[in-house]
T-cell receptor
């Protein structure tokens, strides 16, 4: 069973640039969620995709957008980067089945905006 | 909105028990979770409890839930240095697919 993998592991960007982060879900999972974890904080929910459609969004501006592909891999895109976007970005996959939601996280992408 | 609170730090001696506490505000919570995050890694699910249970035991881990007080705890028996990590409490309301996480408790185990 392949776990959740994210790429790249680290990234440095300049304010105003755009970035794309990638995630491969655990096999058999149909849902992917993205979280932002600032230093010393818990993960903050950005959005979730189920069957290639966004079906939940946290309190993040529209410059945060995403995609889910037919193979359930996913991308997080952030436009017009700001210094406060510096954080660990976590992807989590799960099986949307019943009420229980156990998330399987990747190791994250550490984004630094200078 | 939902809110999950945890103390930020806990220091214990190797071999002692650790108890990490969490409070939450959502009275419709159905599942509550404990995740562990080691340096440079993502979050790993340790255990979860359904809201109609008040205790769950899994090897060295014991979860206690007081639904009336909206209080969740994680007890780690015989704490080892390898248990040093950040522990996150999370809850999921009945009307949501999205768990809400606390800020995490940094557990430091010293010899």
């Amino acid at each position: 069973e392949t776990g959740v993998t994210q790429s790249p592991t680290h990234l440095i960007k300049t304010r105003g640039q755009q970035v794309t982060l990638r995630c491969s879900s655990q096999s058999g999972h149909n849902t992917v969620s993205w979280y932002q974890q600032a230093l010393g904080q818990g993960p903050q929910f950005i959005f979730q995709y189920y069957r290639e459609e966004e079906n939940g969004r946290g309190n993040f501006p529209p410059r945060f957008s995403g995609l889910q592909f037919p193979n359930y891999s996913s991308e997080l895109n952030v436009n017009a980067l700001e210094l406060d976007d510096s954080a660990l970005y976590l992807c989590a996959s799960s099986l949307l089945e019943g009420d229980k939601r156990t998330l399987h996280f990747g190791n994250g992408t550490r984004l630094t905006v200078t | 909105g939902e809110d999950v609170e945890q103390s930020l730090f806990l220091s214990v001696r190797e071999g002692d028990s650790s108890v990490i506490n969490c409070t939450y505000t959502d009275s419709s919570s159905t599942y509550l979770y404990w995740y562990k995050q080691e340096p440079g890694a993502g979050l790993q699910l340790l255990t979860y409890i359904f809201s109609n249970m008040d205790m769950k035991q899994d090897q060295r881990l014991t979860v206690l839930l007081n639904k009336k007080d909206k209080h969740l705890s994680l007890r780690i028996a015989d704490t080892q240095t390898g248990d040093s990590a950040i522990y996150f409490c999370a809850e999921k309301g009945g009307g949501s697919y999205i768990p809400t996480f606390g800020r995490g408790t940094s557990l430091i185990v010293h010899p």
